[in-house]
């Protein structure tokens, strides 16, 4: 009788460990399709952006042909192939690149008549939209990264993110550069 009582009590142990372990990896799918969706959705915004710099900058450069430093920069980064990149890639070049468009804004400011072009007005708007899509985009990536991570790091879940080996996601940050004031100088 003992010895059926304690085989009950691993039996119902077991299949609570078992849940528990389930359940985890369950939650812990959910939080990373989560990111992934997250991400993807970031993803497109910043493409869109990414397609519409060129024609930014060819509009601007009639107008600002001595600012070479900030074609060149903005040239360089959107040389590079875009979906050739990793993730993590992307997050770094777009944060490069929204440092190096609001140089490129701030010279356009600089121009009335470019400000009054029509080609340019209409880019600048498309531009400023996206900008505002991927800002939003950010944030809600950001929020699932941190409710993942939360999962990865939090007792009891982080033994289920160990036991199976989830991988930790980057946050999207404002490089130290973009903290700063933009001046342009003639």
Avoid at 37 to 60: C, G, H, I, Q
Avoid at 172 to 177: L, N, S, T, V
Wanted: charged share 25%; glycine share 4%; net charge negative.
């Amino acid at each position: 009788m003992v010895g059926l009582v304690s085989l009950a009590v691993v039996v119902i142990l077991a299949i609570m460990i078992l849940s528990w372990l389930i359940s985890g990896y369950n939650k812990g799918i959910q939080l990373k399709n989560y990111v992934t969706e997250a991400f993807s959705t970031m993803d497109v915004y910043m493409k869109k952006r990414w397609d519409l710099v060129p024609n930014l900058l060819e509009t601007t450069k009639g107008y600002a042909e001595h600012e070479k430093g900030v074609f060149e920069e903005i040239t360089k980064l959107r040389n590079q192939n875009y979906t050739g990149l990793s993730d993590d890639q992307k997050i770094d070049v777009n944060n490069q690149m929204t440092a190096a468009l609001s140089k490129l804004v701030a010279v356009a400011e600089s121009y009335p008549d470019l400000k009054a072009d029509a080609n340019f007005r209409q880019f600048s708007d498309e531009l400023s939209g996206i900008e505002k899509e991927i800002a939003n985009a950010r944030k809600y990536y950001n929020g699932c990264v941190r409710e993942y991570t939360n999962f990865l790091e939090l007792f009891p879940t982080n033994l289920i993110a160990t036991i199976f080996h989830f991988a930790k996601y980057k946050l999207f940050e404002i490089d130290e550069k973009e903290r700063e004031n933009v001046q342009v100088k003639f």
